[in-house]
């Protein structure tokens, strides 16, 4: 499978064809806190064609300002509404399932603040549910407390399965490197709510207000971005600017509708057509 050379969706070969674009943050957008080379350029252009856009991430510690802080910070003119985080996501899944529910929650600000917007409160009362997402500052007494909520029927939900996130001095523990200790502990294992769930997509084309058949999924991931906007039944895009080669990528069941180097070739093919 050579770049730009997989198996193309049905009139949707050239980037002109699609009507609305997901993007994953890490690979596609950035890498090691710098923009990758064609990002700015893209961005741009999907704004000059007034083509709509979600910038997404499993990452469910930041709020969608801190993300387009950070973006800006780095150079990525991304407004707050065109970020979707796992965070996010499971709010709306929460507020779908339960609607004004409780829950002990493991996480930052990112995560609390999404489940206050959707009128949650956070409770180690008998909550409804226990939620777990990222944290820099795991604590043994919260976890035990998660154990013992879990173990007396509190449902068990994680915003995202990432074992490990990264950092510019190597990966570090992630959520599911946490629900996995939870598990071990009582037996139950948590509903993932974060890519590969097709649930993380579907929340963010109702955002975007897409369809699936004219939308793209870019990412730089089989396991993740790939595989779930294919279930969503999304274009797909891999990118080879973040964490999958070709040799990789071909070792999975299933192909992304193309592979190109980066979103640079993106870009060009958006500005051949202005």
């Not at 707050?80 to 899944?93: G, N, P, Q």
């Not at 399932?97 to 995560?111: D, K, M, N, S, Y």
């Not at 029927?153 to 074992?163: E, M, Q, S, V």
């Amino acid at each position: 499978m050579s770049a730009d050379h997989a198996q193309p969706g049905p009139q949707l070969t050239h980037a002109t064809h699609i009507a609305s674009w997901l993007l994953d943050m890490d690979g596609v957008l950035v890498r090691e806190e710098h923009p990758i080379d064609g990002a700015t350029l893209f961005l741009d252009r999907l704004r000059e064609r007034e083509t709509p856009f979600l910038v997404l991430t499993n990452n469910s510690m930041y709020t969608r300002r801190d993300l387009s802080a950070r973006l800006r910070w780095n150079g990525l003119d991304v407004p707050e509404d065109h970020i979707w985080t796992s965070a996010l996501a499971t709010a709306v899944f929460l507020n779908a399932q339960r609607p004004g529910g409780t829950a002990f929650v493991i996480g930052e600000v990112g995560l609390t603040t999404a489940l206050h917007d959707i009128g949650y409160t956070q409770s180690e009362n008998d909550p409804d549910y226990v939620v777990v997402g990222e944290t820099r500052s795991y604590s043994f007494d919260r976890i035990t407390k998660a154990v013992r909520l879990v173990g007396e029927g509190a449902r068990f939900i994680a915003t995202n399965p990432d074992a490990t996130g990264p950092s510019l001095d190597g990966p570090l523990p992630a959520t599911g490197a946490v629900t996995a200790l939870i598990s071990k502990a009582t037996g139950r294992q948590p509903y993932f709510i974060g890519k590969p769930n097709p649930l993380m997509i579907r929340s963010a084309l109702r955002e975007l207000k897409a369809h699936s058949e004219t939308t793209a999924m870019v990412g730089d991931r089989m396991d993740t971005d790939v595989v779930a906007g294919l279930e969503a039944g999304l274009h797909t895009v891999l990118v080879l600017s973040g964490v999958s080669d070709e040799a990789s990528a071909n070792r999975f069941p299933y192909k992304p509708s193309r592979v190109v180097e980066s979103v640079a070739v993106l870009a060009e093919e958006l500005a051949s057509a202005t």
